[in-house]
């Protein structure tokens, strides 16, 4: 089941462009995460920000939180072209597994 | 670093046979899991386990069975292969303890023909 909903579905900017993807949820949460996914590999724990937490900085990478919204934002500043990535958020649900998103497939033109 | 290694890159296997796909993990996580990744239709769970010998059935199970003999090591198996099991398959553990993140092995692009 999914819980998350990314958007847009797809990006595609020019390289050194800032990259901007949303992550909306539905139920009360713990902590939401991203993730990303190379093509044809494994997803890439990225960044996990608590429910108590705004926003944090993890080098290029900027996560917002809105808790009244139910939604979250990741920023990836001055995009490169090893940035493209299908990039999903997660959260954990009731019974204890990480609920994800369908992902965001961003793509950095050279 | 926590290390999920999955045992093929790529494998082809022919309708109606039996596939083990394997996944180990080398940082003593307790919980395991087997997710199939297709276009359009996200992450779905197949499988997971918290402990060794203990399984829970995810949101598409029919048709996969599981094994996890050893804390390490947790098997999907394709009982039957059929072509719309043509997939990309996701193996991930975590620690029971907290709601922290999961690590993946590679994948398994899996072809049935």
């Known amino acids: 089941s999914q819980q998350g909903e990314e958007d847009p579905q797809a990006l595609s900017i020019q390289e050194g462009e800032n990259a901007t993807m949303n992550c909306s949820y539905k139920t009360s949460i713990n902590n939401l995460q991203w993730y990303r996914q190379n093509s044809g590999r494994g997803l890439v724990h990225l960044i996990l920000?608590?429910?108590n937490e705004r926003e944090k900085h993890s080098g290029r990478l900027r996560v917002t939180l809105d808790t009244s919204k139910k939604s979250s934002s990741l920023l990836i500043t001055a995009s490169r072209a090893a940035d493209t990535a299908s990039y999903f958020c997660a959260t954990w649900g009731s019974n204890y597994q990480l609920i994800w998103g369908a992902g965001t497939k961003l793509i950095i033109k050279p | 670093d926590v290390k999920v290694t999955q045992s093929s890159r790529y494998l082809v296997k022919r309708t109606g046979e039996k596939v083990f796909l394997e996944c180990v993990q080398d940082m003593d996580h307790e919980n395991m899991f087997w997710y199939r990744q297709d276009p359009g239709l996200g992450l779905r769970l197949i499988y997971f386990s918290y402990d060794v010998k203990m399984k829970e059935k995810g949101d598409i199970p029919e048709g996969y069975s599981v094994s996890r003999e050893k804390k390490e090591r947790f098997s999907l198996i394709l009982e039957s292969a059929s072509t719309n099991q043509t997939s990309m398959y996701l193996c991930?553990?975590?620690?029971?303890?907290?709601?922290?993140?999961?690590?993946f092995g590679s994948g398994t692009r899996l072809t049935v023909v």
């Open positions: 920000i608590r429910s």
């Open positions: 991930a553990s975590t620690p029971s303890q907290g709601r922290g993140s999961y690590t």
